[in-house]
């Protein structure tokens, strides 16, 4: 059975730098692409960033371009965000999410595996 645990989340000035994990368990991940998401109070889960597990393809959600990056290491099966000049609007439940496809994916409802969240607060 697949799992995703993520780790890395807390509290964070504004300006401020975060680097969040996932690691996955339970099968091999090649051929899997990999996604951050993110849920505020109140707000629908919006997509961050994903991944091929080549590491060859990423996409950035436009909000995040220049302050996030996205990466992987696949002899661990692991994916980072990398989360810098963090602002109050970042605050937020970040969630890993995998789906066996090649091809990475911006809707949450092609990733078949998520994990339990961390959270990130960012205060001013």
């Known amino acids: 059975q697949v799992q995703l645990v993520e780790s890395g989340g807390g509290l964070v000035q504004a300006g401020g730098s975060l680097r969040l994990s996932c690691v996955g368990s339970g099968r091999t991940f090649s051929n899997y692409a990999m996604g951050w998401f993110r849920q505020a109070p109140g707000k629908e889960r919006e997509f961050v960033a994903a991944i091929s597990w080549s590491g060859i393809t990423t996409n950035l959600a436009g909000f995040v371009k220049g302050r996030f990056t996205i990466s992987g290491d696949n002899a661990n099966n692991t994916v980072y965000l990398q989360m810098n000049s963090l602002k109050t609007e970042d605050t937020a439940v970040y969630y890993c999410?995998?789906?066996?496809?090649?091809?990475?994916?911006?809707?949450?409802?092609?990733?078949?595996?998520w994990g339990p969240g961390t959270q990130v607060t960012v205060s001013s």
């Open positions: 999410a995998a789906r066996p496809r090649i091809t990475i994916a911006t809707r949450a409802s092609e990733y078949s595996y």
